[in-house]
């Protein structure tokens, strides 16, 4: 430890300590203001060079320093050295070996001097370009029996005495008192690092919250999962700010409930949190519980595992075997009909051919249109039931998209529905089956045109079907989506939306095979077909294909 001088102000350093004391007796009011530094200093340096400045003046020694014990117990390391004003040459860098007078002081745990130190055997211990000192008097700090440190003192102006011994000791317990205390602050510093380090190292979201929802900790995984540095999270309401409408007051009477006479009533559960750029993520919450000195709840603790992409592959897994389902049950109904219904057809159009009779013949045409209704529908089944082709060739997403609407648009124009279409030119071709595709793009706007049909008129000029073709991010699949300003749909048909025969239309003027087949489409080319619709607003249909063949 290097050796110090003392700043030139030191004793206006310690008179501050001293202020307010002035009436009491000279000796109370220098322990007292000693006292007070060590209560109220976290910092050692600080209050020990207050300790010594007040046990200098008591005892009237001129020089003198604390010095702390090297952890191996060999030598002294000065914490600050005040010369007095004397001629002081000695290298602060040096090292203090205990020896001496001073190894007496170490051994007997207890204050010793030498008023003629300069004709005593310790003399020759001192370094050359040592202060002169002609006596000298030592106190150990001692800590649990042990000596840790001491305050040394030099130079009185007359002979130390048993009475300084005893000042010295008593000062020397304040200064060991302010060691203990740095020691503690030290290690409840360190151990706060160890835990904020370990807080930060942890995967899950940890939050604190006080009584009243307010965030005391969040650590940076909880930062990066809410879009908000800690710092500006910390104060601020949890359910106000990062829970959304819907569950707040749901997860506040939980809060309430914790902190309550039914401690941890829920101490596992599931909630949907809001970022602040408004994503929306699924947290399962592990909860505890804070608590004072005296037992008190003062909070909550609780660690948070973002579980989203997890619900977003049980959501596929489950939507996964629910199609496979639906397409094993639509493939063999499928072939069950097609063959009963082409004999119909055959038997009808024999009678329609040889029949004379206008009104036999007329019912033999409506067996065939009702024939030809249901071979269209075993059609779209077999097409969504369909498996993946390996006959894929590049074709065009634009001219794709040209030919659906080549069909598409008499029927536009006749419901007056305008579009806005945006696709480039420049999209890369996709390997797929292009009559296909073509059709299943060809359903999507049927489909939209559908939705607009009941929309007031105004709905349909806006433009009331948006047409837009891009490239993903990364570059690995084109999207084709088609959105509408139609009524939308609730959670619970969009749940449905791409089950075979289900429609929110008449079932006499739709069979609700329509997106079922762009599923089916979307299935042979390893695509996905993803639907986003709100009552009230509109449906955006998204149909994605990807550039290589798998």
């Known amino acids: 430890m290097t050796h110090k001088e003392p700043s030139p102000d030191s004793s206006t350093d310690f008179s501050k300590w001293l202020t307010g004391?002035?009436?009491?007796?000279?000796?109370?009011?220098?322990?007292?203001?000693?006292?007070?530094?060590?209560?109220?200093?976290?910092?050692?340096?600080?209050?020990?060079?207050?300790?010594?400045?007040?046990?200098?003046t008591l005892t009237g020694a001129t020089a003198g320093y604390v010095a702390m014990l090297s952890d191996d117990g060999?030598?002294?390391?000065?914490?600050?050295?005040?010369?007095?004003?004397?001629?002081?040459?000695?290298?602060?860098?040096?090292?203090?070996?205990?020896?001496?007078?001073?190894?007496?002081?170490?051994?007997?745990?207890?204050?010793?001097?030498?008023?003629?130190?300069?004709?005593?055997?310790?003399?020759?211990?001192?370094?050359?370009?040592?202060?002169?000192?002609?006596?000298?008097?030592?106190?150990?700090?001692?800590?649990?029996?042990?000596?840790?440190g001491l305050i040394g003192l030099a130079n009185k102006d007359g002979d130390f005495t048993?009475?300084?011994?005893?000042?010295?000791?008593?000062?020397?317990?304040?200064?060991?008192?302010?060691?203990?205390?740095?020691?503690?602050?030290?290690?409840?510093?360190?151990?706060?690092?160890?835990?904020?380090?370990?807080?930060?190292?942890?995967?899950?979201?940890?939050?604190?919250?006080?009584?009243?929802?307010?965030?005391?900790?969040?650590?940076?995984?909880?930062?990066?999962?809410?879009?908000?540095?800690?710092?500006?999270?910390?104060?601020?309401?949890?359910?106000?700010?990062?829970?959304?409408?819907?569950?707040?007051?749901?997860?506040?009477?939980?809060?309430?409930?914790?902190?309550?006479?039914?401690?941890?009533?829920?101490?596992?559960?599931?909630?949907?949190?809001?970022?602040?750029?408004?994503?929306m993520r699924d947290i399962i919450w592990q909860n505890s519980l804070i608590r004072s000195d005296d037992g008190q709840i003062t909070g909550t603790l609780s660690s948070g595992h973002d579980i989203t992409e997890q619900r977003k592959l049980e959501t596929d897994l489950f939507e996964r075997r629910r199609l496979d389902t639906l397409v094993t049950l639509a493939r063999g109904v499928a072939h069950e009909v097609n063959n009963p219904i082409m004999g119909i057809m055959n038997y009808a159009e024999l009678i329609a051919s040889r029949c004379e009779d206008e009104k036999s013949k007329r019912f033999a045409n409506g067996i065939l249109r009702e024939g030809k209704r249901v071979a269209d529908m075993t059609k779209a089944l077999l097409s969504f039931a369909a498996e993946p082709s390996t006959d894929h060739r590049d074709a065009s997403i634009p001219r794709m998209?040209?030919?659906?609407?080549?069909?598409?648009?008499?029927?536009?124009?006749?419901?007056?529905?305008k579009i806005e279409l945006h696709v480039e030119e420049s999209l890369p071709s996709v390997p797929c089956i292009q009559a296909s595709v073509e059709r299943a793009i060809l359903d999507i706007l049927l489909n939209a045109l559908e939705a607009l049909a009941d929309a007031p008129h105004e709905a349909k000029l806006s433009p009331a079907i948006q047409i837009t073709a891009s490239l993903s991010k990364k570059g690995h699949?084109?999207?084709?989506?088609?959105?509408?300003?139609?009524?939308?749909?609730?959670?619970?048909?969009?749940?449905?939306?791409?089950?075979?025969?289900?429609?929110?239309?008449?079932?006499?003027?739709?069979?609700?095979?329509?997106?079922?087949s762009v599923h089916g489409v979307a299935r042979q080319h390893h695509g996905r077909v993803r639907i986003k619709s709100e009552r009230g607003i509109g449906t955006e249909v998204v149909l994605e294909l990807p550039l290589f063949e798998r």
């Open 162 to 279: 048993d009475r300084d011994a005893a000042v010295a000791t008593g000062f020397g317990e304040l200064a060991a008192l302010a060691l203990r205390n740095a020691r503690h602050a030290d290690l409840i510093a360190r151990a706060r690092k160890t835990a904020e380090r370990y807080l930060q190292l942890s995967p899950a979201i940890m939050l604190g919250l006080d009584p009243e929802g307010k965030i005391t900790l969040l650590n940076d995984v909880g930062g990066e999962i809410l879009g908000m540095p800690p710092h500006q999270a910390i104060g601020r309401n949890w359910f106000d700010t990062f829970i959304p409408q819907e569950g707040r007051e749901q997860l506040r009477d939980i809060h309430r409930a914790n902190l309550g006479e039914d401690p941890l009533s829920q101490e596992v559960f599931e909630s949907k949190v809001q970022a602040t750029g408004g994503d």
């Open 477 to 516: 699949t084109v999207s084709i989506r088609v959105r509408d300003n139609g009524p939308g749909m609730d959670l619970q048909e969009l749940d449905h939306a791409k089950d075979p025969f289900f429609t929110t239309k008449d079932r006499t003027q739709r069979s609700g095979l329509g997106l079922a």
């Open 401 to 417: 998209i040209e030919r659906a609407l080549a069909v598409a648009r008499p029927l536009m124009h006749r419901s007056g529905v």
């Open 21 to 56: 004391y002035e009436t009491l007796p000279r000796e109370m009011a220098l322990y007292l203001a000693a006292a007070r530094s060590v209560l109220l200093t976290p910092d050692f340096a600080t209050s020990a060079r207050a300790v010594f400045d007040a046990c200098k």
């Open 74 to 148: 060999a030598e002294n390391e000065v914490l600050f050295l005040d010369a007095g004003g004397m001629p002081c040459t000695v290298n602060p860098e040096l090292p203090m070996p205990i020896r001496g007078l001073r190894s007496e002081s170490y051994r007997l745990n207890k204050a010793v001097y030498e008023n003629d130190f300069v004709n005593s055997p310790w003399v020759s211990f001192m370094p050359s370009g040592h202060v002169v000192m002609h006596n000298v008097l030592f106190a150990p700090l001692v800590i649990d029996g042990k000596a840790a």
